[in-house]
């Protein structure tokens, strides 16, 4: 707190000199020589009754700030004439008696080195291995073969370096996480590299906050899934308290966000959520008054949140139905926290007092007593639903029973629209693409075969005709052939064979396993079923097993990318209301910290 309140102090004689235009590293404050000069005793007088400091605390804060103008003259010189830049360097998570502190120091180095050199000095400075440290600035990962210039690092430039773990008795886990990182996105690139393939096992959807399936173009759906993918990942690793980890997580789903259009970010919250994350890392790792690109963040956030929701949730009300302020008021409270804390480093003090008793009062909104919590749980309900119902229903126990009853319902509702609209893209993998390149439409085919036609036929005309219903029937007319296309077998899956069925066939003569294979084969149309036994003079050849990507795992390569797709998907959350489940511990700790140490300062 000592350095906060001498920084302070700096910020306050140092707006003083610039509103008077003194500039201390000329005369008469400084000598030719670079040596101190004399300060009117006039100025130091009328400093220490503006500011409530004794003279002599006057002339030493003067002298820090006079040092401070020389040495930055000396080193854009020295960056001018040598082409030598000197950057900022904080080394998080550094063991000291006091616990994990930060580290500050200045460092030089030619800006056509590539990040590899500067992670070298770093640890020698720090005498970490090279191989747990990682670079940040301006919100990039600093790459190791690209030159500090190629990266925006310019002379004076802020670096925060991250090590990725601190505590001996975790020494092992620092190479697998200096790795983790990049078998995550390896893993995530392979995920969207899947989108749109005809393997049976991945059937990736995006949705809005509604649940609702966005429709978007391949490759923008590539990029966001992959955005998205790491920032749940990111996400995961955060709830571990492995917040280097997640912080550079965070970073590369950054990346990937940035080649998505503007307007699809414009549409969904995410990253903002993610701007959010990223902060709070910052702030996790002590540096949130260090990084410009935190302030950046929460700017871009607050926009998004009040284009989303509006300024008093009016758009959520107008969506949910009067319910729901509670996931904006959640963001609300994280954002206005973070600003306070940013404000107050920045000696805003009083805009940081604004904040944070903005966010104080959000946070007491999103309180819920324990005891309620227990009590709605005696209903069958889980802690994290009981928690957001009582939320949502300020307190209310019994509207808060009703409310999970609600979304429970809504949720299976819309599980069941998914999993059939799922079940119908399966359907369309399995029949392939049209000769455009679309997918079959299954409505169409369904529609064909309600006519008479075979599946095998109606899917070809269908690819022929690229899913137009009109021309298919008439390739139909004009291609009699095509009806000695065998219908796929795959389209025996998932029908429901009843003995009332059965004893139909059966009773006219056909034997069991035959009236079966025919009625899986005709999905259960009974009447098909005994046309198909009566032309083929009662055999139905059984239905052949398909080998494929989806049912055949013997290759070894197929088998190490479902062990790395299995390992991306097994800490990602499917609920997608878990960022809400917040238990407030830590917002609490940290607004309680900011607000004594608000409290102990004279905001006049």
């Known amino acids: 707190m000592d350095d906060y309140f001498t920084e302070r102090q700096l910020k306050l004689i140092r707006d003083k000199l610039n509103a008077e235009k003194i500039k201390l590293w000329l005369a008469p404050y400084t000598s030719e020589s670079g040596e101190k000069g004399d300060v009117p005793k006039e100025l130091i007088d009328r400093y220490a009754k503006d500011l ?57 180095i030619q800006l056509s080195s590539d990040g590899s050199e500067l992670r070298k000095k770093v640890a020698q400075k720090s005498s970490v291995p090279i191989d747990q440290i990682k670079l940040i600035t301006c919100g990039r990962v600093i790459k190791d073969n690209a030159s500090l210039q190629e990266q925006n690092v310019k002379n004076g430039s802020k670096v925060m370096a991250v090590r990725l773990s601190v505590a001996e008795a975790e020494a092992h886990r620092q190479q697998k996480q200096a ?54 990942k990111g996400r995961a690793s955060l709830k ?66 009040l284009r989303s929701y509006g300024a008093n949730n009016e758009r959520l009300t107008a969506v949910k139905g009067g319910t729901g302020s509670e996931q904006a008021q959640a963001l609300f409270m994280r954002l206005h926290l973070l600003q306070g804390v940013m404000a107050f480093h920045q000696h805003r003090v009083k805009v940081a007092a604004e904040l944070l008793n903005q966010a104080e009062k959000e946070l007491k909104s999103l309180q819920v007593d324990e005891n309620l919590i227990t009590e709605v749980m ?30 429970r319902k809504e949720k299976k509702d819309m599980n069941m629209k998914l999993n059939q609209e799922r079940k119908e893209r399966m359907r369309a993998k399995k029949f392939g693409k049209t000769a455009s390149g679309e997918w079959l439409n299954m ?138 489940d917040l238990t407030l511990k830590e917002e609490s700790e940290i607004l309680c910290e900011y607000k004594t140490m608000l409290a102990s300062l004279d905001v006049s």
């Open 52 to 108: 409530g400091l004794a003279d002599t605390e006057v002339v030493e804060l003067l002298e820090s700030l006079r040092q401070r103008a020389l040495q930055k003259l000396a080193e854009r010189d020295k960056f001018q004439k040598e082409g030598i830049a000197t950057l900022k360097m904080i080394v998080t998570g550094c063991q000291t008696e006091e616990g994990l502190r930060k580290q500050a120091y200045t460092t030089e």
């Open 378 to 407: 005696t209903f069958g309900f889980k802690e994290k639903e009981s928690r957001l119902a009582l939320r949502a229903c300020k307190g209310d126990v019994q509207q808060a029973v009703d409310h999970i009853i609600n979304r």
């Open 179 to 232: 790795s983790n990182v990049a078998r995550t996105r390896e893993a995530a690139e392979l995920l969207t590299s899947k989108i749109d393939s005809e393997e049976d096992d991945f059937d990736i959807q995006i949705a809005d906050q509604s649940g609702k399936p966005l429709q978007l173009p391949l490759e923008e759906k590539k990029a966001l899934t992959l955005a998205m993918t790491l920032h749940e």
């Open 443 to 580: 409505q169409n085919m369904d529609m064909l075969v309600g006519m008479g036609f075979g599946t095998g036929a109606a899917a070809e005309a269908l690819k022929q005709g690229n899913n137009d219903v009109n021309m298919a029937l008439e390739i139909l007319q004009t291609h009699p052939e095509l009806f000695e296309i065998t219908d796929p077998e795959d389209e025996w899956e998932d029908v429901d064979v009843t003995d009332d069925m059965l004893a139909q066939l059966t009773a006219l003569g056909f034997e069991l396993e035959m009236g079966r294979r025919s009625l899986l084969k005709h999905k259960g149309d009974v009447e098909k079923a005994v046309d198909d036994l009566i032309r083929s003079g009662g055999f139905i050849a059984p239905k052949a097993s398909k080998p494929g990507p989806s049912r055949n795992r013997e290759n070894p390569q197929e088998k190490k990318e479902m062990e790395a797709l299995d390992n991306l998907m097994s800490d990602i959350s499917r609920d997608e209301e878990d960022y809400l």
């Open 240 to 305: 571990n308290k492995e917040v280097s980890q997640a912080l550079l997580l965070f970073l590369e789903a950054d990346t990937e966000f940035s080649k998505c259009k503007a307007e699809l970010l414009n549409a969904v919250d995410n990253y903002a959520v993610l701007c959010l994350d990223i902060v709070w890392c910052y702030l996790c790792l002590k540096n949130v008054d260090q990084l410009p690109d935190a302030e950046w963040r929460l700017e871009q956030s607050e926009k998004c949140f």
